[in-house]
């Protein structure tokens, strides 16, 4: 028997019959199945104004360049999360400034926003790290306060509200993924929403070369091309005909490990803060049992047809291509901190102790009573 995945790929007949209509049409590139899609998107999320860009790290850099982060402006953001929330401020030239996270919630803590911020601040980062909300209101204060700039990583966030109001509405700028692996999937994929109609055709024309909006060769402004295909623009528009059954699964997944997991002393899971949804796209207990290692139980599990990882283990500010920025470009214009002296202990403690356990849209009750019990077995024989 094969062990059960920690990630899956839930796609359909429907998909399929997309991606062939388009290559049957021809027209490969972003055209009618990115405009659907952004319309749904508009929906789901509540946002004014959607564009498709080609992956979640694109959508980052445009949401920075719009905002007209440049050299030497520092962005406070969590060092608990993929590289790109940190990679895209560096792109511009920007000063990624790490900030710990809150022990239970695993989001960048608000409290010690404030201490970090300096002449030089200009934005806030907050990345709503395996779907569960940040505290959105307390960070949305301080940017008022200090009249910084708001850019919410919402990467794995697809169906994560506040409220009801969706993850991405809270700053000025909300970027997505669709990976692949995410909620929500186009292959490669990716989509920025705002409420701000200026700002919206700013981030087409950067995401399209500057140029007009009637296309053609005159350009406005120097842009990049984070157009993506209209065969992933596909995927995703018929994910989001799907969304409802795909997210629905992933709910009771959430609700069921949270109600399972949270009886196990050995461990502790990612406290949602009242009124908010998490989006269920990652499971990860912490272990707090200082006598187990996370490769034992991972071994364990694997010993009973359960696959398991852990992801974020090196934080961003201790990865090598931070710990020696010499070889960036960017370092020539830019006076960077050394980040290998940057010290998040909540960070450090949820990076060593995590582990990634099954999640997949698939996944019914009884495997999860399995997967719990196993864990459960585990610290039995300890
Ligand atoms: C938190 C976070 N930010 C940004 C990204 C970048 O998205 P993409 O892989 O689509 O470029 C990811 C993707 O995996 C992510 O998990």
Redesign the pocket.
């Known amino acids: 028997m094969n062990p059960i995945p920690v990630v899956d790929v839930n796609i359909k007949e429907k998909e399929l019959e997309a991606v062939k209509k388009v290559i049957e049409s021809k027209y490969l590139v972003e055209g009618k199945n990115a405009r659907e899609f952004e319309n749904k998107f508009a929906k789901f999320t509540g946002a004014k104004y959607v564009t498709t860009v080609v ?3 694109a959508a ?1 850099h445009l949401a920075l360049t719009a905002l007209d982060i440049g050299p030497g402006d520092e962005v406070i953001t969590t060092p608990f ?2 590289i ?2 940190s990679n895209a401020i560096l792109f511009n030239g920007g000063i990624p400034i790490f900030v710990d996270v809150d022990k239970e919630t695993f989001n960048i803590d608000p409290e010690k926003i404030e201490d970090a911020i300096t002449e030089k601040t200009k934005a806030i980062l907050p ?1 709503h790290i395996f779907g569960n909300p940040c505290d959105m209101k307390a960070i949305a204060d301080i940017a008022e306060d200090h009249d910084l700039i708001v850019i919410e ?1 919402c ?2 966030a697809h169906d994560a509200r506040i409220d009801g109001i969706h993850t991405g509405n809270f700053g000025q700028i909300g970027s997505f ?1 669709f ?1 692949g692996t995410k909620n929500l999937i186009g292959g ?1 994929g ?1 989509a920025v929403i705002c409420n701000d109609e200026e700002l919206f055709e700013k981030i087409k024309s950067i995401k399209n070369h500057g140029r007009s909006p009637k296309g053609g060769y005159y350009h406005y402004r120097i842009g990049f091309n984070y157009r993506t295909t209209d065969m992933s623009a596909a995927i995703m528009n018929v994910q989001m005909d799907r969304a409802q059954e795909i997210l629905e699964r992933r709910h009771k997944n959430g609700e069921l490990y949270r109600k399972l997991l949270s009886e196990q002393e050995n461990l502790m899971i990612q406290k949602v803060l009242p009124g908010h949804q998490h989006s269920d796209y990652i499971m990860t207990p912490i272990i707090l049992n200082e006598q187990v290692k996370t490769e034992d139980i991972i071994s364990y599990l694997k010993e009973n047809g359960i696959s398991s990882r852990t992801i974020y283990s090196i934080l961003s500010y201790e990865q090598p291509s931070y710990t020696d920025l010499s070889n960036w470009h960017m370092s020539r214009v830019v006076n960077y901190p050394d980040y290998s002296k940057v010290s998040c202990p909540n960070a450090e403690f949820l990076a060593r102790n995590h582990f990634e356990i099954p999640m997949v849209s698939t996944l019914s009750d009884k495997e999860i009573a399995f997967i719990v019990e196993k864990i459960n077995d585990f610290f039995k024989k300890k």
């Open positions: 992956n979640g790290t980052l999360t993929f790109a929330s990345v990583d990467a794995q993924s990976y490669e990716g």
